[in-house]
């Protein structure tokens, strides 16, 4: 049947976009796939190649298995097949090919049965399709609608990111935004990371466009992290030149011009033979140098993005790329020049009736006459300019009737609407920023791989090691909301606010009356985490005898209540956590073995940040898009004299201890401009060497109970509030409480 060899592709090009580079390792020759399973994967194949820019690669798999599969007849393989070949020759430039094969596979897919095959390849025609908005939003419309036609998550993700990128053709920016933002939250929800990735670049342009720099910000942290976590640095081509757009869109020329750069670096670097964004990149580094003043290097820049258009089908773009070279040249005297490419581009926008763009043509030809003291032309100029303006608004007048006033009304009340998504969407983004963990050095990537491993098996325990402040419970919430199950409950245990008589009532639960005070029955910590992930915070504060209760409920899979007689599933993940050498606790006898093997299925180290301070600049630039947020300020820019000043520094605190830092400074000490100078307001750096004197002198733990006794002081007893004043997590503290004997 038509519709399930559909799906069968569709299930594998899913499959595809969770992992290209994973997913190109497959062998479909190895005789353990029939033949339409092989043709299958090397359709996935060809588009993993091209969803990773290896375009030559992809090309040539493409064109030989259009052969293959027509000689085949596999009708559903062939018109999927198209789709990947299309794509490829839209981002090659060629677009006397790609309209080629949209038109084959348009007719393919309408002689077929398949409503799916129809709505995708209607989507290919829309965007070659010589419309005004007008007649092209209806068909915009209808194709939406089609999107309820399959609950497959591939396929309605494909539609929300096409359609999204015709409005945004259209600029039709909020519309746009809206489809990207909707695909967004399906890729994250299918885990098709390199979808995820693309609408993540797609939404940094969407919100340069509509001024939402904030919301910009944060998908830029997004897709830096989602480049670290798929292999794929090709994709900085893209992403810098879209965080080059948003730079240019709030004035910034100059931090424009650096991701401008790199982008073009990242193009030669991978070898890309990307013309139409090569262009792209080319045109707007021009723009910025000319606001900088800049204008013969933006003559230049604006050159070589006309040559490598020429002669390849895009005139439009030509054309006005040829009135701002006009502007350039204009700038610095060249007359001649000028007006022959002011006066070519006037006559084609006059033939093709494109009066917004004849207008702004005209603007620039009055510039012209302007500075060549020729008043006279100039005002004949601004004359017909005024006639046309005047014109284009009558027409834009008669255009309304009442279907556009009802339209106009639709679009205002849809906004409420839009505001609240957006508002939803940047609180998801924060939140799963949130729960990354951040670093670029090989132990954090290491850290990194290892819990995307660990969030891709639900059954497998994990053991997370570190010293305290390293980020062990942001990791377990990271290997949470990686999974799954990350729409179920995420339960933090603090072993050492316990006391040990009552861990059985809290991980198991109670009826009513089992303990003093107790008058309601009691939910333990287990039956809250049903069926999402329990994170046990510092395992060495288990008690003995608990710790082989504990066991036989990992054994059995289930666990009883205090005082009841039945039995309760045991299902959710474990993730427990310990800043003590493991080995040193069973050689001391303070933990079972045979738990511990139970609990270390995966065991992930976390290096203190004095093993990883090359991480210190991304955590840094990390913490301050937080706190920017939080406080309403902008971001500081930090000089190399504030990170040499970090990188003297041990650390003791690890990564909570920086946070910590970055928050101090925006909270009592902000400055526009950060350099070494800002951190002698932080009392261990400006003391930092007359403490580490005194430590030689001192008993090092009388001066950490002197330390703790001196904060509890201060937060009259709150140990939260202690805790964070001495950059050490709650459980640390309570552990230390207990280890000085404390009260």
């Not at 050490?728 to 409480?737: D, F, G, N, V, Y």
Request: net charge neutral.
């Amino acid at each position: 049947m038509l519709t399930e060899s559909v799906n069968l592709v569709m299930h594998q090009l899913l499959l595809m976009s969770r992992d290209p580079v994973l997913y190109l390792a497959i062998d479909e020759t190895s005789g353990g796939f029939s033949q339409e399973e092989a043709l299958t994967i090397s359709v996935a194949k060809a588009s993993a190649l091209n969803s990773i820019y290896r375009l030559k690669e992809a090309l040539k798999i493409a064109l030989d298995l259009d052969k293959k599969l027509k000689n085949e007849e596999l009708q559903v393989l062939e018109i999927f097949n198209l789709f990947t070949i299309i794509s490829i020759y839209n981002k090659m430039g060629n677009k006397e090919c790609s309209k080629s094969y949209t038109d084959e596979a348009y007719i393919r897919a309408q002689g077929t049965q398949d409503m799916i095959l129809k709505t995708l390849a209607e989507t290919y025609n829309i965007a070659i399709m010589q419309l005004d908005p007008t007649q092209i939003n209806p068909l915009i419309e209808d194709a939406y609608q089609k999107i309820t036609y399959t609950e497959h998550p591939y396929f309605r993700l494909c539609m929300l990111s096409r359609l999204g990128k015709i409005h945004e053709d259209l600029s039709q920016f909020n519309k746009a935004q809206d489809y990207f933002s909707t695909a967004y939250e399906l890729s994250i929800q299918h885990q098709m990371s390199v979808m995820s990735l693309k609408l993540c670049i797609a939404l940094i342009r969407n919100c340069a466009a509509l001024g939402k720099h904030e919301m910009a910000e944060h998908f830029f942290a997004m897709a830096q992290h989602l480049i670290a976590q798929l292999r794929l640095p090709i994709f900085e081509l893209e992403l810098n030149l879209d965080y080059g757009l948003l730079k240019k869109s709030t004035g910034d020329y100059q931090a424009a011009v650096l991701f401008f750069n790199k982008s073009l670096h990242a193009a030669q670097k991978n070898q890309l033979d990307l013309p139409l964004l090569e262009f792209t990149v080319l045109s707007n580094l021009a723009d910025c140098l000319n606001h900088m003043g800049q204008r013969e290097q933006a003559l230049s820049y604006q050159l070589d993005a006309e040559n490598l258009l020429a002669g390849k089908g895009f005139l439009e773009m030509e054309i006005a790329l040829s009135t701002r070279i006009a502007d350039t040249l204009i700038a610095d005297a060249k007359w001649d020049e000028a007006i022959r490419r002011l006066k070519e581009a006037t006559s084609y926008y006059r033939q093709n009736n494109k009066i917004p763009e004849l207008m702004q043509t005209m603007r620039s030809m009055a510039e012209f006459f302007h500075q060549k003291n020729d008043y006279q032309e100039g005002f004949a100029v601004l004359s017909e300019l005024d006639k046309l303006n005047q014109k284009y608004i009558q027409d834009l007048r008669n255009s309304y009737s009442k279907v556009s006033d009802q339209k106009l009304n639709d679009i205002i009340n849809e906004s409420k609407t839009l505001h609240a998504k957006y508002e939803n969407l940047l609180n998801e983004v924060v939140k799963r920023q949130s729960t990354r963990f951040i670093g670029n050095s090989k132990s954090a990537k290491r850290v990194i791989d290892s819990a995307i491993l660990a969030s891709m098996h639900r059954e497998a325990n994990v053991l997370i090691t570190g010293p305290s402040g390293t980020g062990k419970e942001i990791l377990a919430q990271m290997i949470h909301y990686s999974s799954p199950q990350k729409n179920e409950p995420f339960v933090p245990v603090n072993c050492a606010a316990i006391s040990a008589s009552l861990f059985d009532v809290y991980f198991f639960g109670a009826a009513a009356g089992q303990f003093t005070g107790s008058t309601k029955e009691r939910k333990g910590f287990f039956e809250i985490a049903s069926g999402g992930t329990i994170f046990i915070d510092e395992i060495s504060e288990l008690p003995m005898d608990f710790q082989a209760k504990l066991l036989h409920a990992l054994d059995t899979k289930s666990f009883r209540p205090v005082g009841k007689d039945s039995i309760l599933p045991l299902d959710c993940k474990i993730i427990a956590s310990t800043q003590k050498d493991t080995l040193q606790m069973l050689a001391n006898n303070e933990f079972r073995l045979d738990l511990l093997h139970r609990l270390n299925t995966l065991e992930i180290s976390i290096p203190p940040l004095r093993e990883r301070m090359e991480d210190i600049p991304l955590l840094v630039e990390y913490f301050s898009r937080i706190f920017a947020r939080e406080t309403n300020k902008r971001l500081p820019q930090i000089k190399d004299s504030f990170f040499n000043r970090l990188n003297e520094y041990d650390f003791p605190g690890n990564v909570r201890e920086l946070k910590n830092i970055i928050e101090r400074i925006f909270i009592l000490y902000y400055e526009p401009i950060w350099t070494a100078d800002i951190l002698d307001n932080i009392n261990v750096f400006r003391h930092d060497h007359q403490l580490r004197g005194k430590l030689l002198d001192h008993n090092i733990k009388d001066l950490d109970r002197e330390r703790i006794i001196e904060a509890l002081a201060k937060t009259g007893g709150k140990q939260k509030t202690a805790a964070k004043l001495l950059n050490m997590s709650e459980s640390t503290l309570c552990r230390k409480i207990k280890k000085y004997n404390l009260k």
